[in-house]
């Protein structure tokens, strides 16, 4: 009787926040930074970084459609790199380039095959990131409409010409020349910065990655940092809260005001996301806080996702079984990718698209259609319990 009591509070909260929110102005960051640019970098408003910043907003952070984000992907796929510096945060080794026309883009390289399997006894937090992985995360976001990745590409460079002579000087003391005659670079992080496990050039100086476009961060732009509810206990020995708490979304989630709006429908998303790539990794979430109320999740972070795909761990769709609540328009959309294949999409979407061929090979392609069949199972296990009024809340979030 309670749990039911709950649910329809529940309800009623994202009903009045619906209300509350649905005539909102959509807000952009080129909005947000303006002012400051116009104080201290005015060339900076004439700039292709702005006119990609005027497509940002509250509610996605890029749109397909406009003719910016072709320029983008050009962009962040050819321009020169000016510096190359290491990214601080983060366990394994990420490089900031600095683009002409006022934008920095992550970097994310190399580190192993398409086909490789994450080993069965490694931990998620031990696992290696790809770039790979980041390539085809940002393909699927886009195919399923959320526009909530960051853009980024596939890229070859030089690094020695690229990387190397552009590193900054803490950078560049980690270069050395490797037993095989490549050119190699080993970081600072906490995972995998080593000479054993250091990025080479294969052949020679020959270096792929993912070049991921950074958007403003603090202090220009503030940033919501929040802990996933459902995060892992990053132990090897022990285990998280709702790992041994079937009530744990009627205990904890649905008792906290910080998810009796967007949020909590923003997180059963993500958990359908990270689902479909196979994301164990997602502690945190985040959002631009500077946006207000009624703002998106950002999707960061996919590099450790695609790591298995001859297995689905049914753990990450745990926020969607326990709450047994799902937006409309999200399902809608995965139902809209089901019929026409999935698969079929993401694969034309990676071969179009990518200067770096095979993304993904067919056995994660043939991964992600069983696990969005798997999803609506889950949904549909939901709705017995609940009805299809108990489970789909439609927020007016498109």
């Known amino acids: 009787h309670d749990k039911v009591q709950l649910r329809n509070y529940i309800h009623q909260a994202l009903a009045k926040w619906k209300k509350e929110h649905q005539n909102d102005k959509i807000v952009t960051l080129?909005?947000?930074?303006?002012?400051?640019?116009?104080?201290?970098?005015?060339?900076?408003l004439n700039t292709t970084w702005y006119a990609f910043m005027k497509t940002v907003n509250n509610l996605r952070v890029y749109d397909p459609r406009s003719p910016e984000f072709p320029r983008l992907l050009?962009?962040?796929?050819?321009?020169?790199?000016?510096?190359?510096?290491?990214?601080?945060?983060?366990?394994?080794?990420?490089?900031?380039?600095?683009?002409?026309?006022?934008?920095?883009?992550?970097?994310?390289?190399?580190?192993?095959?398409?086909?490789?399997?994450?080993?069965?006894?490694?931990?998620?937090?031990?696992?290696?990131?790809?770039?790979?992985?980041?390539?085809?995360?940002?393909?699927?976001?886009?195919?399923?409409?959320?526009?909530?990745?960051?853009p980024l590409i596939g890229r070859?460079?030089?690094?020695?010409?690229?990387?190397?002579?552009?590193?900054?000087?803490?950078?560049?003391?980690?270069?050395?020349v490797s037993p095989a005659n490549n050119t190699c670079f080993r970081g600072h992080c906490s995972y995998y910065c080593d000479t054993s496990h250091a990025v080479c050039g294969k052949p020679g100086d020959r270096l792929e990655g993912s070049v991921q476009i950074l958007l403003p961060r603090p202090p220009e732009v503030e940033w919501h940092k929040i802990t996933h509810p459902y995060r892992r206990?990053?132990?090897?020995?022990?285990?998280?809260?709702?790992?041994n708490n079937e009530n744990y979304c009627y205990d904890h989630v649905f008792l906290d005001d910080d998810y009796?709006?967007?949020?909590?429908?923003?997180?059963?998303?993500?958990?359908?996301?990270?689902?479909?790539?196979?994301?164990l990794d997602r502690h945190h979430m985040m959002r631009i806080g500077s946006f207000g109320a009624n703002t998106a999740l950002v999707h960061l972070d996919n590099g450790r996702s695609f790591g298995r795909y001859d297995h689905d761990d049914?753990?990450?769709?745990?926020?969607?079984?326990?709450?047994?609540?799902?937006?409309?328009?999200?399902f809608a959309r995965l139902y809209r990718v089901y019929r026409q294949g999935l698969s079929t999409l993401l694969s034309r979407s990676l071969e179009n698209s990518e200067q770096l061929k095979k993304i993904l090979v067919d056995e994660h392609l043939r991964a992600v259609d069983r696990r969005l069949e798997i999803l609506f199972e889950h949904l549909e296990t939901c709705i017995k319990t609940y009805t299809v009024k108990g489970v789909m809340i439609d927020d007016g979030i498109d």
């Not at 080129?30 to 900076?44: F, I, M, N, Q, T």
């Not at 600095?98 to 970097?107: T, V």
């Not at 070859?156 to 050395?176: C, M, P, Q």
């Open 30 to 44: 080129a909005s947000l930074v303006h002012d400051e640019l116009l104080r201290d970098e005015p060339s900076k």
């Open 74 to 150: 050009n962009h962040l796929q050819n321009a020169e790199i000016i510096e190359a510096s290491e990214m601080s945060q983060g366990t394994q080794i990420k490089v900031i380039f600095d683009l002409p026309d006022g934008f920095e883009a992550l970097f994310k390289p190399y580190r192993v095959p398409r086909n490789y399997q994450t080993l069965p006894d490694h931990f998620y937090f031990s696992d290696i990131e790809r770039h790979h992985a980041e390539i085809a995360a940002f393909h699927l976001d886009k195919i399923l409409g959320f526009y909530r990745v960051p």
């Open 156 to 176: 070859l460079v030089h690094i020695t010409r690229d990387i190397h002579e552009r590193a900054t000087e803490d950078l560049a003391k980690t270069f050395f």
């Open 233 to 243: 206990s990053y132990s090897a020995i022990r285990k998280a809260k709702w790992e």
């Open 260 to 279: 009796h709006n967007r949020l909590l429908l923003d997180m059963m998303d993500l958990s359908a996301f990270d689902f479909l790539i196979g994301n």
């Open 314 to 330: 049914l753990t990450i769709l745990t926020p969607i079984r326990q709450c047994c609540l799902f937006r409309y328009s999200t």
